[in-house]
């Protein structure tokens, strides 16, 4: 009993002792088992508002107010019962962090508890800004418009944000199990590995490159991708960070720039030179045979009306791919629609009949109908046989109009490929009758535009008939009538 109150005793002349000067920012301290401070030590002391004379010989409810005191407490009582803690704790408008530890006699017995303090303010605002900043990263990463990965060297995905999943199609669990090799389209392959390793190499610090990537389903997306290798401060190589943007939108348009620019230095020069050649012949002799003026007239009409046609697909070719397409629909009677093209069309030969339900109209820019209809009407006037039939109905609450011709029909193995852009059949790509290969195209997303469809069929007889569907007018905005039939037009 004796050796425990010298114990005690010891600890509360500990005050003096020059290990307690040794704190310069924290403080150091005993108490007893009545959480009575014995001694008190340090600079971080007077930092705190506090200081031997106030603690020594006081409990912690006298020292410090209700809050604080009640706020303690369980970690001194925890430390007397023989644990150790460590924790924070606010005061003064500082934070404090505070180890506690029981103090034992020689035997094993606790007889006291001891205290260290430091002042960890400006060390949690620092732990506390790399969080958020690790968390605004985080944030950064995962939330950006574009695809974000860490790479390793070997070219294993390590991290990757929802950008980059949706653009390969592949959830994020399964992406982490493969490497950019593996999704890299074979051609592009070598290309992106020898940047790779010029960049490991040290011969140059970063890379862009445009590429191909196989997505899950199999589908070919162009990327803008951007390389940077993080190393370490010894300069090793440690990841690559990759930054990638979807450019298959880019590439396409730039793919149709070529093609239309292709088309038109190619296609122009046919109804060009005819114009050209048959003006000469104007200026000639024939000028004086009234017969030979005419038959030369209606053909350089011919050509200029061809050249319209091609400029007008081309022109409205650039409208859809730039996205400023905008339809305006409103309710037209087909009657006198059809009508307004037939007289427009240079029908050559070819007989066309035409039958159009009592009164019918539909939903659709008259502009878009007209163009429509021109391209179906002239590509069964150049391809079909010699007569084309037009007709009009309701069907289902839907408007459907259908162009058929006698003719031979389509191939089969083009029928996929009957509405690509730029697609002519082989047989089409010679003789008299040459188009652009936009008409159908066109076709196709003029009604898409307002809300229509189409199909190609092969007709009983075998010839090629295309029937669109239509929306009718909305009820209440239709006014004036239509005809029935139109009979039969013919021009040659």
Same mark, same amino acid.
Request: charged fraction near 25%.
């Given at each position: ?12 002349? @500990? ?24 001694? @008190? ?35 001194? *009582? ?6 150790? $803690? ?30 260290? $303090? ?41 991290? #990757? ?68 290798? #993080? ?42 030179? #005819? ?83 009592? /009164? ?44 058929? /011709?006698?003719?031979?029909?389509? /191939? ?56 669109? /569907?239509? *929306? ?10 239509? @005809? ?9």
């Amino acid at each position: 009993m004796r050796e425990l109150e010298d114990t005690v005793a010891y600890l509360r002349a @500990a005050g003096d002792h020059p290990l307690m000067f040794s704190f310069p920012q924290g403080a150091v301290f005993t108490f007893d088992k009545e959480l009575r401070y014995l001694s @008190a030590g340090g600079l971080g002391l007077a930092e705190a508002g506090l200081s031997r004379e106030l603690m020594e010989g006081r409990t912690i409810f006298e020292v410090f107010g209700p809050e604080i005191s009640g706020l303690i407490e369980p970690y001194y *009582r925890a430390a007397i019962a023989g644990e150790s $803690t460590t924790w924070d704790v606010p005061f003064q408008g500082r934070i404090h962090s505070v180890w506690l530890f029981p103090v034992r006699s020689p035997e094993g017995e606790i007889i006291a508890g001891l205290g260290f $303090t430091r002042d960890v303010t400006d060390a949690r605002a620092a732990e506390e800004a790399l969080r958020e900043s690790e968390e605004r990263n985080r944030l950064t990463f995962n939330h950006a418009p574009i695809g974000q990965a860490i790479v390793g060297l070997d070219g294993r995905w390590l991290q #990757v944000n929802a950008a980059l999943t949706r653009l390969t199609g592949y959830p994020e669990e399964k992406l982490l199990t493969m490497t950019f090799q593996d999704i890299t389209h074979p051609e592009d392959l070598d290309l992106d590995l020898g940047y790779v390793q010029r960049v490991l190499a040290g011969e140059i610090g970063s890379y862009q490159i445009e590429k191909r990537y196989l997505t899950a389903s199999g589908l070919i997306v162009w990327v803008l991708l951007s390389v940077a290798l #993080v190393r370490n401060d010894d300069g090793a190589p440690l990841y690559f960070i990759s930054q990638i943007q979807d450019i298959t939108e880019r590439k396409r348009q730039e793919q149709a720039l070529q093609d239309l620019t292709a088309m038109l230095a190619h296609d122009l020069r046919t109804p060009a030179a #005819v114009l050209r050649g048959f003006a000469e012949l104007l200026e000639g002799p024939a000028a004086a045979d009234e017969d030979e003026v005419r038959d030369l007239a209606g053909r350089i009409g011919a050509a200029a009306r061809a050249l319209t046609d091609l400029l007008d697909n081309a022109l409205t070719t650039t409208t859809l791919d730039s996205g400023r397409l905008v339809a305006s629909p409103q309710p037209l009677h087909l009657a006198s629609a059809i009508e307004e093209v037939l007289a427009a069309t240079d029908l050559g030969g070819v007989s066309v009949e035409v039958t159009v339900a009592d /009164d019918l109209a539909a939903w659709i820019d008259p502009v878009h109908f007209h163009q429509v209809l021109s391209n179906l009407l002239s590509n069964a006037v150049k391809y079909g046989g010699d007569v084309v039939t037009i007709g009009a109905s309701s069907d289902r609450g839907r408007v459907r109009i259908s162009v058929e /011709d006698n003719g031979s029909g389509v /191939d089969q193995d083009f029928v996929p490929l009957l509405f690509d852009r730029f697609s002519r059949a082989s047989r089409d790509r010679v003789g008299r009758h040459r188009g652009s290969g936009l008409g159908l195209y066109i076709v196709r997303d003029l009604l898409a535009a307002n809300g229509g469809s189409i199909r190609y069929r092969r007709t009983a007889s075998g010839g090629a008939a295309f029937d669109v /569907d239509l *929306r009718p007018p909305p009820a209440g905005t239709l006014r004036g009538g239509g @005809a029935l039939d139109l009979g039969t037009r013919a021009t040659g």
